[in-house]
């Protein structure tokens, strides 16, 4: 959970190119969507020859998330969730029953937050926040499918236990949640948060993924891997000494 800046669509749309990929194959698009209180940055994704997409990280505003996907003209199959904090799953179990869909994600290990969240949401004066079980959980290594899209998992924990990172390597961006901000990182004083291996997946889950993998955050402004690992406080390599 983190702060971010005024609630909006963000007009940071686009479709990643790779000179390795065909102009025929199909992209990933995204539209940023900062939701409740919390600015949590919801990600609609969907694949552009299908039109088929995906929620990730629908922490709430559900009506207003359907309504985006209506504007682009996207069929949501899915919602993913990288982890099981409120601000990230608190609407998951809502757009599941409005459009029958399945939850993929986060990490089992994520259980005991997704079963906390409507007791969290009462606690934070977050309304309609639900509790929620996945259809499928995610490991290490496992991929997700967006239409004809497919999109990796890292299981990052740290900010939580179970939390996973989706990433689509050819075009270069990864859906991080609480993982690493730009100029941050994930709280770890939450419940079984733990700074050392949050740290520990950064350098050896996302790192190897390249510099120039821009990533979305769960708050606040992307930024690519290249960037954090000069500038970020935290784990740039100056700060961790691996220079």
Known sequence: ????????ISPWQGRWRSSRVSEE?????????PVTPFQQN???????????????????EVERLLGAA???????????????????A???????????VPIEGPHQDDLFLLEAIAEQGERYGLKGAESCLPDRWLEDGDTVSVGEITIGVRHCPGHTPGHVVFYRADQRIAFVGDVLFRGSVGRTDFPRGNHGALVESIL?????????????????QI??????????PYVSDLALGRE
Do not use: Y
């Open 25 to 33: 194959s199909p992209r990933l698009q995204v539209a940023i969507i």
């Open 223 to 232: 930024s690519t891997f290249g960037w954090e690992r000069k500038t970020n």
């Open 90 to 100: 608190g609407g998951a179990a809502a757009v599941k029953r409005a459009l029958g």
């Open 204 to 220: 050896t889950r996302l790192w190897p993924l390249g510099d120039e993998m821009r990533f979305v955050p769960g708050h606040g």
């Open 1 to 8: 959970m983190r702060a971010a800046s005024p609630r909006r």
């Open 70 to 88: 209506r504007q682009q003209g996207v069929t949501i199959d899915k919602v993913l969730l990288t982890h099981g904090h409120l601000d990230h």
């Open 42 to 60: 919801c990600s609609l994704v969907w694949c552009t020859r299908t039109m088929r997409g995906a929620l990730i990280d629908p922490g709430g």
